[in-house]
T-cell receptor
Framework: NAGVTQTPKFRVLKTGQSMTLLCAQDMNHEYMYWYRQDPGMGLRLIHYSVGEGTTAKGEVPDGYNVSRLKKQNFLLGLESAAPSQTSVYFC?????????????FGDGTRLSIL | GQNIDQPTEMTATEGAIVQINCTYQTSGFNGLFWYQQHAGEAPTFLSYNVLDGLEEKGRFSSFLSRSKGYSYLLLKELQMKDSASYLCAAPSGSARQLTFGSGTQLTVLP
């Protein structure tokens, strides 16, 4: 009953370091998403994917890259971390069947850039 | 584009009823979602409206008026565990990606 799993849960980086956030879902969902959540700003879409091998930019894509090599995994990369990327990152997935399908969220990754 | 507005904070008393409003401006309408998010946790799905009217789910109900670009979430018989942020969100695009409001932080007092 895992749903959407994100790793790591917490991470502290220094400015300029790189890292990859991992997201895995076991619901066979086609659609996957990466959001960031900052105080007072709600959730904002970084990148998303409509299926294996596809990715697209969301509202705030700069400084991030993504890959969807396998249907169940969606990776978010920071090539050169900046303090402005300090945030809570949420991955989500959803089914394609029906307009009322909600997105299912992982527990988040809390990332601090010093 | 999408624009979604909701109040930043609300306070209510245990056992009372509270209504959380959401107004939206979207380039195309594909329904409206409500999510609940407790501090430090993931958002969880509460309701989805695509037609005008009230959808009831136990203590929670959600209302939609497409002509007015307006929705509300109604919480009845408030409990302390209902203290959380309530997020209004509109889907759009090829993956029905969500545009969220900033969230309404509800505090339930004893």
């Amino acid at each position: 009953n895992a749903g959407v799993t994100q790793t790591p849960k917490f991470r502290v980086l220094k400015t300029g370091q790189s890292m990859t956030l991992l997201c895995a879902q076991d619901m066979n969902h086609e659609y996957m998403y990466w959001y960031r959540q900052d105080p007072g700003m709600g959730l904002r879409l970084i990148h998303y994917s409509v299926g294996e091998g596809t990715t697209a930019k969301g509202e705030v894509p700069d400084g991030y890259n993504v890959s969807r090599l396998k249907k169940q995994n969606f990776l978010l990369g920071l090539e050169s971390a900046a303090p402005s990327q300090t945030s809570v990152y949420f991955c989500a997935s959803s089914d394609t069947q029906g307009s009322n399908q909600p997105q299912h969220f992982g527990d988040g990754t809390r990332l601090s850039i010093l | 584009g999408q624009n979604i507005d909701q109040p930043t904070e609300m306070t209510a008393t245990e056992g009372a009823i509270v209504q959380i409003n959401c107004t939206y401006q979207t380039s195309g309408f594909n329904g409206l979602f409500w999510y609940q998010q407790h501090a430090g946790e993931a958002p969880t799905f509460l309701s989805y409206n695509v037609l005008d009217g009230l959808e009831e789910k136990g203590r929670f109900s959600s209302f939609l008026s497409r002509s007015k670009g307006y929705s509300y979430l109604l919480l009845k018989e408030l409990q302390m565990k209902d203290s959380a942020s309530y997020l209004c969100a509109a889907p759009s695009g090829s993956a029905r990606q969500l545009t969220f409001g900033s969230g309404t932080q509800l505090t339930v007092l004893p």
